[in-house]
C-alpha cells in the first residue's frame, strides 16, 4: 500500500528505525531536542530514547565531531546532525584529517562508521553564511561518501544505508525538500549508495541533478516537452562514489548534456560531472556541454538580488533549448513572480528551526 509521507518525516522514520535496530545507534547535534526539531526530523527521538541516545550538544563544532569520530572508533554509530552546513565548517579538521583518512592510515583495521546530516540551500533572506551549498567540499575528498537525496523515499533509504555503512558519510539535505511529499514505505529498506537513477527518459537531452536541483530538472523537462524536446533527468542521488557509468550511457544515448548544480561552477559539482563525461565519453557529444548554476558571488540576503541570483527550470530549459537552436522561450523570471521574494517555496516555509 502506498504511503505518502514529507522529506522530513522521512529521515524522522529512518532515524527512529535505526536507533531501534541497533542501541550503538545515538543522535547528536544543535537543537536536536527543540521544539520543531531541526526541520521536523529528530522530533520525538529523545523522549522515545533517553537523553543518552538522543541529546543536544553545545555549540562546538570541532570537539563534538571529534567526540563522535572517537564513539565510532570504538563501535558506536553516531548520527552527528547540523542544522546548516556552515556550522560544519568549524569541523571540517575533525572530518577531512580524521574521519575521512583513519581507515586508511591504520591499512584498514580500523573504521568509522558514522553519519554526518548537513543542511544546505536558500530560506529566509539568510544569506553568505548560511545558505551555501557546500556539497563539493566534501566530495573533493577521499574516505568520505557524499549522499544528496532528492526524494522522500531516498532520503529515508540513503539514510538507512548511510547509519550501517562503516564508512563516513556526508548526508545532505536541502531545506527546501523537507515539506516535499513522496512515497515511502513503512517497512525498513535501504538505497544503495553509489547508484544513480533515471527520473525521467529522453532523447534529446540528458540533464543530470543532485537534491533540490533535480526537482528543477524535471520542471525544465516538462516546459521543454511542451516544445518537443525529449529530456532524460538524471539524479545522482551520490556524489561520492559518483555513478559515472549511468551518466555515460545516458549522454551516448542523447549527445547533449547539462549540470543543473546548486553549488559554484569553479571546481564544483558541475564541472566534475562534464569533465567525466568528456574523459570516457567525448565522442559521443553533439555540442559543448553545459553547467547551469548561481553566479560566482556570495549569496545575497536581500530578495531583490536572491531572486535574480538562483537558477532554475527557466534557465536549465533555456540551455537545453539553445543547444538544439531554439531561441531563449523561457523568461529567466517572469515579470509577476519577480515582484515577490522567492526566497522560500511555499507559505508553509516558516522558520529556520
Not at 550538544?57 to 552546513?85: D, F, Y
Not at 583513519?102 to 548537513?118: E, S
Not at 544503495?192 to 523537462?221: N, P, Q
Not at 519577480?338 to 526566497?343: F, G, I
Request: net charge neutral; proline share 7%.
Amino acid at each position: 500500500m502506498k504511503r505518502e509521507i514529507r522529506f522530513s518525516q522521512a529521515i524522522l522514520e529512518a532515524t527512529d528505525q535505526c536507533l531501534a535496530q541497533n542501541p550503538k545507534v545515538y543522535l547528536m547535534g544543535l537543537g536536536v531536542p527543540d521544539p520543531k526539531g531541526v526541520f521536523g526530523t529528530t522530533l520525538g527521538l529523545q523522549a522515545k530514547y533517553g537523553e543518552n541516545r538522543v541529546m543536544d550538544m553545545p555549540t562546538s563544532e570541532n570537539a563534538m565531531t571529534g567526540v563522535a569520530i572517537g564513539s565510532a572508533l570504538v563501535g558506536m554509530r553516531p548520527i552527528l546532525t547540523h542544522q546548516r552546513v556552515d556550522f560544519a565548517l568549524l569541523s571540517l579538521d575533525q572530518i577531512i584529517n580524521n574521519a575521512a583518512k583513519w581507515h586508511y592510515m591504520f591499512g584498514g583495521q580500523m573504521k568509522v562508521p558514522m553519519v554526518i546530516r548537513l543542511v544546505v540551500g536558500r530560506g529566509w533572506g539568510q544569506g553568505p553564511q548560511h545558505s551555501q551549498s557546500l556539497e563539493s567540499v566534501f566530495g573533493h575528498i577521499p574516505g568520505l561518501k557524499v549522499v544528496m537525496p532528492a526524494t522522500p523515499y531516498d532520503a529515508k533509504g540513503l539514510l538507512i544505508s548511510a547509519v550501517e555503512d562503516d564508512n563516513p558519510v556526508i548526508y545532505i539535505e536541502h531545506r527546501w525538500l523537507h515539506g516535499v511529499m513522496g512515497d515511502v514505505p513503512a517497512d525498513f529498506y535501504r538505497v544503495s549508495i553509489g547508484e544513480a537513477r533515471v527520473m525521467r527518459e529522453g532523447r534529446d537531452v540528458t540533464i543530470v541533478a543532485a537534491s533540490y536541483m533535480v526537482l528543477e530538472a524535471l520542471k525544465a523537462a516538462e516546459m521543454l516537452a511542451e516544445s518537443g524536446i525529449s529530456a532524460e533527468v538524471i539524479d545522482v542521488r551520490t556524489i561520492r562514489p559518483l555513478d559515472t557509468i549511468r551518466i555515460v550511457e545516458s549522454v551516448k544515448k542523447t549527445g547533449r548534456l547539462i549540470v543543473a548544480d546548486a553549488g559554484w561552477r569553479s571546481f564544483g559539482f558541475g564541472s566534475e560531472i562534464l569533465s567525466r563525461v568528456c574523459e570516457e565519453n567525448f565522442e559521443s557529444l553533439k555540442c559543448a556541454p553545459r553547467r547551469v548554476s548561481p553566479p560566482e558571488a556570495p549569496i545575497p540576503s536581500s530578495w531583490a538580488l536572491a531572486n535574480h541570483y538562483y537558477p532554475g527550470a527557466a534557465q536549465i530549459a533555456d540551455a537545453a533549448g539553445a543547444m538544439l537552436g531554439r531561441e531563449p522561450s523561457h523568461a529567466l523570471g517572469r515579470e509577476e513572480d519577480m515582484k515577490k521574494p522567492l526566497d522560500t517555496p511555499d507559505k508553509t516555509f516558516a522558520g529556520p528551526f
